[in-house]
């Protein structure tokens, strides 16, 4: 593929910062990575892209590692139960969201916001009234300026709304979320 699109050639291991980026976007749309899962293979298949397996697990564009996906699932059953659809997430890495992006199905709807800009007071308000659940997922990529703006918003009942992942990874993050929504 690279080859097609004059990124590479025969023999040639070493490839420029430009030609990598190019190669990433044009892999992302050709490819699409699958586990060993016969689901996440059948899934690849008739996804249109050329299934590609994948090492390790976790980098499966449908189920991302089983962990993840169990999480999610679990997730759901409990926000079901509570009538909860809506969820603020702040922080994390933007390949991060974009995971939780195709993780997530559509019946949990998501705001996920960068932990790095600076988050006006009003959209912090706004995001607690909108959410059912707003996450601060620290030990990420998520500033003290952007998580006070929250905390100092969150009075009253909405500081029920507030809950705090000082945890690395999308499974963690689904583990501090399902032990809130059972409390
Ligand atoms: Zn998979």
């Known amino acids: 593929m690279l080859e097609t699109a004059g990124l590479t050639r025969a023999g040639k291991s070493r490839m420029s910062q430009e030609k990598v980026e190019r190669a990433t976007v044009l892999l992302e749309e050709k490819v699409f990575l699958h586990c060993t899962n016969p689901d996440c293979l059948t899934f690849a298949k008739a996804s249109g892209k050329e299934p590609v397996s994948c090492e390790p697990r976790n980098t499966c564009q449908r189920c991302f590692g089983s962990d993840n996906a169990r999480a999610v699932k679990d997730v759901l059953d409990a926000c079901r139960k509570r009538g909860f659809s809506k969820l603020v997430i702040v922080g994390g ?15 949990l709807e998501l705001r996920l ?10 959209q912090a ?8 659940v ?4 620290g030990a990420t990529e998520l500033h003290h300026k952007v998580s006070n703006q929250y905390q100092d918003t969150a009075t009253g009942p909405l500081k029920r709304k507030l809950v705090h992942v000082p945890r690395r ?6 583990a501090g979320l399902l032990t809130h929504l059972q409390r």
């Open 93 to 107: 890495s933007p390949t991060v969201r974009h995971e939780l992006e195709r993780l997530v199905p559509s019946a």
């Open 113 to 122: 916001v960068d932990g790095t800009k600076a988050r006006p007071l009003d």
């Open 125 to 132: 308000r706004a995001d607690l009234a909108w959410g059912d």
């Open 134 to 137: 707003v996450l601060l997922w």
């Open 169 to 174: 990874g999308i499974a963690q993050l689904l």
